[in-house]
């Protein structure tokens, strides 16, 4: 069964920072692509970034591009995503996923998606 646990979270004011983690279980993740998605209250969910198996090659939404850093340590079965210069409409609800896709419609989440770490932007 697929786990995964976010964590790193928190209340941070416009232009801080913070660094979310997440630890996977129950698959061999070094053989997936790994996401970062986020969804705000009475919003659909939102691709953020996208990670290769090996960590070599990533993608981000034009909105965090330059601001977000998506990275892996396969040794230690971890997701990171490094987010700077935050904004207060960075507020979400902050998900790791087994997935790839860069698309969702109002009805639908990712299948493999862990609980979530919610990160706050305001004064």
């Known amino acids: 069964e697929v786990h995964l646990m976010e964590s790193g979270g928190g209340l941070v004011q416009p232009g801080g920072s913070l660094r979310l983690s997440c630890v996977a279980s129950?698959?061999?993740?070094?053989?997936?692509?790994m996401s970062w998605v986020r969804r705000a209250p009475g919003k659909r969910v939102e691709w953020v970034a996208t990670?290769?198996?090996?960590?070599?090659?990533?993608w981000y939404t034009d909105s965090v591009q330059g601001r977000f850093t998506i990275s892996r340590d396969n040794a230690k079965n971890t997701l990171y995503l490094q987010l700077n210069s935050l904004k207060t409409e960075d507020t979400a609800m902050y998900h790791c996923?087994?997935?790839?896709?860069?698309?969702?419609?109002?009805?639908?989440?990712?299948?493999?998606w862990g609980q979530g770490t919610q990160v706050t932007v305001s004064s």
């Open positions: 990670i290769n198996r090996s960590g070599s090659t990533s």
């Open positions: 129950g698959f061999t993740f070094s053989d997936n692509d």
């Open positions: 996923a087994k997935d790839t896709r860069s698309y969702y419609t109002e009805y639908e989440v990712p299948k493999d």
